[in-house]
Nanobody, 120 residues
Framework: QVQLVESGGGLVQPGGSLRLSCAAS????????MGWYRQAPGKQRELVAS???????NYVDSVKDRFTISRSNAKDTVYMQMSSLKPEDTAVYYC??????????????WGRGTQVTVSS
């Protein structure tokens, strides 16, 4: 089993920045991809960004050029630097990880989520 613990959410003004972190523990050697989903009130959960163990990344179009995902394999931690934040980025952000059997997909393990609110 793998445990994921997120940190770094909060309240920020439009145009501001936040950095989310997600630390994995347990059977971390089984993990390939790590990343983030988000769910806004009344909306479906959507994939925001993911990164594989070798550094291949994937982003939803709405965050390209504003969010950057990175990873420390030594620390079993994934980060997401969010810049130029917009009110529509407001959501609960969930860390997720996927085993090698899923190739580059997430979804085997989930964190509890961290709230990001973008508001003036």
């Amino acid at each position: 089993q793998v445990q994921l613990v997120e940190s770094g959410g909060g309240l920020v003004q439009p145009g501001g920045s936040l950095r989310l972190s997600c630390a994995a523990s347990g059977n971390v050697f089984s993990i390939n991809a790590m990343g983030w989903y988000r769910q806004a009130p009344g909306k479906q959960r959507e994939l925001v960004a993911s990164i594989t163990r070798i550094g291949s990344t994937n982003y939803v179009d709405s965050v390209k050029d504003r969010f950057t995902i990175s990873r420390s394999n030594a620390k079993d931690t994934v980060y997401m630097q969010m810049s130029s934040l917009k009110p529509e980025d407001t959501a609960v952000y969930y860390c997720s990880a996927g085993n090698f059997a899923r190739y580059n997909q997430l979804g085997d393990y989930w964190g509890r989520g961290t709230q990001v609110t973008v508001s003036s």
